[in-house]
């Protein structure tokens, strides 16, 4: 809405630009018609003084007239032409006289003779832009003077309400530091000092709230539990460090629906919550991509008013468990898998010894093979347990033995061993090894790491099948791979890969 000094100051100017353009508009009029008939008279005059020419046969000094006032002329008598120049055609109408555009026509009877005179003149269009320009000249003046009486009007009684309604508006949106300087005017002054002192005491509230509002947002922010506020609209209202980053999510989430921002699982505990309105606990696997999940233990909290009667939103508290749960599925498996693995070369050691007791021991060839057995099921035994001494310094983070190998050789060496194995079921491993790829590793680790993959594509590979093993550099890496044309590994299957390892 238009202010009040600035409607004022429009009414007054259009009040004065309407005068003076009536003003104007008269006194266009009046001259218009004023100079049409003076000058209609001075072509009456000219009119008569050329046919005297022409009634004493001067025809010569009528042309050169004609070409010196550059006009049209055309004398006739009886519709007969007894002077003529230009492209004026004689016309039926007879006093006539009219202008446009600065181009006039005279057309009247004049002792006996019709002339008709076409020319050009500006007198009239320059007195009318005379007229205008001191007309606006004035008013632009007037205007001026109007302009700085306004401008005194607003400095002395309309700037400072404004100050004060300025301020008033920047405290409403939180603009605490703004100070009003006090007016000269005593009318105002009461308004200005009652302005500054709230604006004081906003000002102090705010610093306290602001220090309460950063202990809440560090606190919240470094908790390693992700945590996520929605309202009752169901608009993200919080979310922490932790729930960016555990859930990958890289742009702003808050003021924006929850919906597609967390697993379904979540989703509906927190449905569940807004319908209860009562804390809900639950252990939940989530998906964090095709190939990740995670174990939470969740809380969903309901806000509720001080009434307890008005539900405000949902406090949603996610902990990351999957180390946890991770652990406790490694140690049910690892002790699954030990009693397995150590059960069955201790009952094979155990029963070859029963038969050498049982009278096998007097057989020289009997006794050769179960010694040989029992001496195997005993390595078998030590493998074991030298790979659960790498399991322990692994998880006791012990730094491996490096040192520079050449992976071409050692590749090359372990397909050798291997190649019985792999003609058991007619299956080709066609290589493509680069010489002398060096690396620094422990070898035996990294046999075992060729072992196993070889071991899997052969196993897992259809009988006459083929394997394609590959040792290059890129760039400051080197790549080992192994493809097989097999049963691959189910989808479902996949994330599961590298359980073990993370």
Request: hydrophobic share 40%; charged share 25%.
């Amino acid at each position: 809405m238009m202010k009040f000094h600035h409607r004022l100051m429009l009414l007054i100017s259009s009040i004065l630009i309407i005068s003076f353009v009536t003003l104007g508009i008269i006194i266009h009029a009046s001259i218009t018609y004023v100079l049409s008939e003076k000058h209609e008279q001075a072509l009456a005059t000219d009119a008569r003084s050329y046919i005297y020419l022409v009634q004493d046969n001067e025809i010569d000094k009528v042309k050169e007239i004609v070409k010196q006032q550059n006009i049209d002329l055309l004398i006739t008598k009886n519709d007969k032409k007894v002077f003529s120049s230009g492209k004026l055609k004689p016309t039926k109408t007879i006093d006539n006289y009219s202008q446009k555009k600065d181009v006039f026509i005279f057309n009247k009877k004049v002792n006996g003779y019709h002339v008709w005179i076409k020319g050009y003149n500006n007198d009239i269009t320059e007195m009318h832009w005379t007229l205008w320009k001191y007309l606006i000249l004035t008013c632009l003046v007037v205007l001026i003077c109007l302009y700085f009486a306004s401008r005194s009007f607003k400095r002395t009684l309309i700037r400072p309400i404004q100050e004060v309604t300025y301020a008033t508006q920047l405290l409403a949106n939180g603009y605490y530091h703004i100070r009003v300087p006090e007016s000269n005017v005593v009318e105002t002054k009461a308004l200005f000092v009652s302005t500054n002192d709230l604006a004081r005491r906003l000002q102090k509230l705010n610093n306290e709230q602001k220090i309460q509002s950063n202990r809440l947002k560090t606190t919240i922010e470094n908790i390693p539990s992700a945590i996520l506020m929605i309202d009752r609209n169901g608009k993200i209202v919080v979310a922490n460090k932790a729930y960016y980053e555990q859930f990958n999510i890289s742009h702003n989430i808050e003021q924006v629906g929850y919906h597609g921002y967390v697993n379904t699982e979540i989703e509906q505990l927190i449905l569940e919550s807004f319908k209860v309105e009562k804390p809900i606990y639950e252990q939940l696997e989530v998906a964090i991509n095709q190939v990740h999940a995670k174990y939470f233990d969740i809380s969903c909290v309901p806000i509720l008013t001080r009434s307890q009667k008005s539900l405000q939103g949902i406090l949603v508290v996610m902990h990351d468990i999957t180390n946890l749960k991770q652990l406790e599925n490694l140690r049910r498996e690892f002790v699954a898998n030990v009693s397995h693995e150590l059960k069955t070369p201790i009952t094979s050691i155990k029963g070859f010894a029963e038969t050498l007791i049982d009278g096998a021991k007097n057989d020289a060839e009997s006794l050769d093979m179960f010694l040989n057995i029992i001496l195997k099921e005993s390595n078998r035994i030590e493998s074991l347990v030298t790979d659960l001494l790498d399991l322990s310094h692994i998880e006791q983070h012990t730094e491996l033995d490096t040192d520079y190998m050449n992976l071409s050789d050692l590749t090359r060496r372990i397909i050798d061993n291997m190649m019985t194995q792999a003609n058991q079921k007619n299956i080709s491993i066609h290589t493509e090894i680069e010489k002398d790829v060096i690396v620094k590793a422990q070898e035996s680790k990294i046999a075992q790491v060729i072992t196993n993959l070889l071991t899997n594509a052969i196993n897992y590979s259809y009988e006459d099948g083929d394997i394609n093993v590959r040792v290059y550099r890129d760039d400051f890496r080197v790549i080992f791979e192994v493809q097989d044309f097999g049963i691959g590994i189910k989808l479902e299957d996949q994330q599961r890969i590298f359980e073990r390892f993370l």
